[in-house]
């Protein structure tokens, strides 16, 4: 028997990357914009910002992304709180990027896991720091895990396919069932109401009519840990944006989210983020002032 070979086809080909951020910004800032020949991705995971996409604006919330054609000039402003962003500036020549022309998108469960790859693949492969809003070369690490960058380009490329697949045929169901992702969002809405509480794996359970084990069976699946764990995050998450925001002082953030007490709060914060509620607030506020985010005349490269 004769074996014939069969070169895969690869529709859209990631042939270059330029840049991959994760920003943090304080509230009130904006970006005065730009315009470069090649694609960017920008993605909002947290918080709500303003977008100037050629000649049209538009409001993107936390969890939707949109993506900037080579050569459309864009720009952002705050809308009052301290977004979190993920941008991605890569170079895709196929004559299939017109589905991206002008689009806007909510981001499912796949698609926040691979741009939660792309950021970490980034991060382990480049010595580039995913902040520095000037950054105009990527630098590879020394000791950069192996096969880095092509795991980064193919998370992306499968973003991408998915995001055209999603588009061809409407209303595609989600890979898991719809009871169970209809408890699971139930459950995060939930837990996302109360910051300001102290509650137990118990209480959760009980106000949600789920049992304990199909509970954490479900976040296990989905979050890669458990109620608790997620939980906890959802505070230091919301803890790191009113830092950010600054309106509150530690001790009215550590009361707001219901720690029992400043000092514990700000141990829990350290052991989430490697700094304490100080440094943390210090190491933002100097991103921000070294990166411009503050309108002023400069135009920054975000």
């Known amino acids: 028997m004769q074996y014939q070979p069969l070169v895969p086809r690869r529709p859209l080909p990631v042939r270059e990357i330029y840049s991959v951020h994760y920003f943090e910004y304080t509230a009130g800032c904006s970006f ?39 050569g459309e000039f864009h720009a952002f402003s705050n809308l009052g709180t301290a977004p979190d962003l993920v941008v991605v500036s890569f170079r895709c020549d196929s004559p299939d990027m017109a589905h991206f022309r002008g689009l806007t998108a909510e981001a499912g469960e796949a698609e926040r896991a691979l741009l939660a790859r792309i950021v970490a693949e980034s991060a382990a492969a480049f010595a580039t720091p995913l902040n520095d809003p000037y950054a105009a070369v ?100 919301a803890a790191r ?3 950010r925001e600054g309106a509150l002082n530690f001790t009215q953030i550590a009361g707001r989210l219901g720690f029992q007490s400043p000092h514990y709060f700000s141990r829990r914060f350290r052991q989430a983020t490697g700094m304490s509620p100080s440094e943390y607030e210090r190491s933002v506020k100097m991103l921000s002032e070294l990166s411009g985010v503050y309108p002023d005349d400069r135009t920054n490269n975000v």
């Open 32 to 70: 005065s914009g730009e315009r470069h020949d090649f694609w960017e991705l920008l993605y909002v995971d947290k918080g709500d910002i303003q977008v100037t996409a050629g000649d049209r604006t538009c409001r993107l919330r936390q969890g939707q992304l949109i993506f900037h054609a080579p």
């Open 138 to 237: 990527l630098e590879r690490r020394r000791q950069a895990p192996y096969g880095g960058e092509q795991l980064l380009c193919a998370a992306l490329e499968e973003l991408l396919i998915r995001l055209v697949r999603r588009r061809s045929v409407p209303g595609r169901p989600e890979e898991r069932s719809k009871e169970a992702g209809d408890a699971l969002l139930q459950v995060m809405e939930y837990l996302a109401a109360r910051l300001d509480r102290q509650l137990t794996l118990e209480q959760i359970c009980q106000d949600n009519l789920i049992g304990r084990s199909q509970l954490q069976k479900l976040f296990h699946a989905h979050t890669g840990g458990g109620v608790m764990e997620y939980f906890s995050g959802l505070k230091i998450q």
């Open 241 to 243: 944006r009113m830092i």
